[in-house]
C-alpha cells in the first residue's frame, strides 16, 4: 500500500510536469525545453541526495548508462507527442506502459500472471487499435512517439526492479538525469532561444516536479511489484483530461474516451488478477 500511494502521488506530479512542457513548446524548441526541465530536475535531485553523496556509488555503471539511455529516448519522445496532440491522447498510449510492462515482466521472470491476463491484454491493446487505427483519420506519428515511449518506460522501470537490491533509488535517478541534460544541454546550443523570467519560471516548477515524481517513482518500484506500481499510471488520464480541459479547453474526442476506457480497464482488471500471486510471491521466504 506504501509503495502505491508513493506511485499515485509521483505520477500526479508527472501531470504537472507534462503540463509545463506542453505550454513551453507552444514556444520553445523541444531540445531547449528538456534541457532546462531536466536542468532544474537535477537540483532538485541533489536536494534530496545531499549530503550523502555516497549513495550515488555503484558497482553497475553500464547498467546506469543503459537506463539513462533509456530515459533520455522516452522522454523525447514524450515530450515530442505532448507538444503535437492533445495531452489525453498522448496520455492514454502512455498509459499502456502497464500492459507492456505486464508482458516483459513474465518474460523477464519478474512476476507471474494466469491465463486470465491473456483475454485482458487483448482487450488492452484492442484500445491501442482504436486509437491509432488510420481508419478514424490520419494516423498521428506523435501517437506512436507516445506509445513508444510506453514500450520504454516499462522496460526501463523492470531493470529498476532487477537490480533494486544493488543500487539505490537515488543512484538511478540521478544518473538518468544526468545524460538527459548532458546531451540536451549540448543540443540545445545550435536552436537556443532567449526564455523570459516567466517562462524559466514555469520550467523550474515543471523541474522540480519532475524531481520530486523521479524520487517517489524510483523508491515505488524499490519497494513494490512492478505490475502494482505502474498501474498507478492510470491516475495521470484523470489529471490530465481535467487539468487540459481547464486550461486549454481540450475535450476528448469519443475515440480517445473509448480507448482510453479500453486500456485502463484492462490495466485496472490485471492489477486486480495479479494481486494474489504477487501477494503469495512476497510471503515466500527468502
Not at 523541474?207 to 517517489?216: E, M
Request: include cysteine.
Amino acid at each position: 500500500m506504501h509503495a502505491a500511494l508513493l506511485a499515485l502521488s509521483a505520477f500526479f506530479c508527472f501531470t504537472l510536469m507534462d503540463l509545463s512542457i506542453k505550454w513551453l513548446l507552444h514556444t520553445y524548441p523541444l531540445m531547449q525545453v528538456t534541457f532546462f526541465n531536466c536542468f532544474f530536475a537535477m537540483l532538485g535531485l541533489l536536494v534530496w541526495i545531499y549530503p550523502r553523496f555516497d549513495l550515488l556509488k555503484t558497482s553497475h555503471p553500464q547498467i546506469h548508462l543503459l537506463r539513462a539511455a533509456m530515459v533520455l529516448i522516452a522522454d523525447l519522445l514524450a515530450f515530442y507527442s505532448y507538444g503535437q496532440v492533445p495531452l489525453a491522447e498522448a496520455y492514454t498510449l502512455i498509459l499502456t506502459m502497464p500492459l507492456f510492462t505486464t508482458i516483459f515482466a513474465v518474460l523477464f521472470k519478474q512476476d507471474t500472471f494466469n491465463s486470465f491476463a491473456v483475454v485482458v491484454l487483448v482487450l488492452g491493446f484492442g484500445g491501442v487499435y482504436l486509437m491509432l487505427s488510420p481508419q478514424f483519420g490520419q494516423l498521428h506519428w506523435a501517437l506512436l512517439a507516445a506509445m513508444s515511449c510506453a514500450v520504454i518506460e516499462s522496460l526501463s522501470f523492470l531493470l529498476i526492479g532487477r537490480y533494486r537490491e544493488q543500487e539505490t533509488p537515488q543512484a538511478f535517478a540521478f544518473y538518468s538525469l544526468s545524460l538527459v541534460t548532458l546531451v540536451t544541454g549540448l543540443l540545445t546550443l545550435f536552436q537556443f532561444q532567449p526564455m523570459p523570467v516567466s517562462a524559466l519560471g514555469i520550467s523550474l516548477a515543471g523541474g522540480l516536479c519532475y524531481a520530486l515524481a523521479t524520487a517517489l517513482i524510483v523508491t515505488a518500484f524499490h519497494q513494490g511489484s512492478p505490475i502494482v506500481i505502474s498501474s498507478m499510471q492510470y491516475s495521470q488520464l484523470v489529471w490530465g483530461m481535467l487539468l487540459s480541459f481547464v486550461i486549454w479547453q481540450d475535450v476528448p474526442s469519443q475515440r480517445v474516451l473509448l480507448g482510453s476506457l479500453l486500456i485502463t480497464v484492462a490495466g485496472l482488471v490485471l492489477l486486480h488478477s495479479q494481486k494474489p500471486k504477487t501477494s503469495t510471491t512476497s510471503q515466500q521466504p527468502q
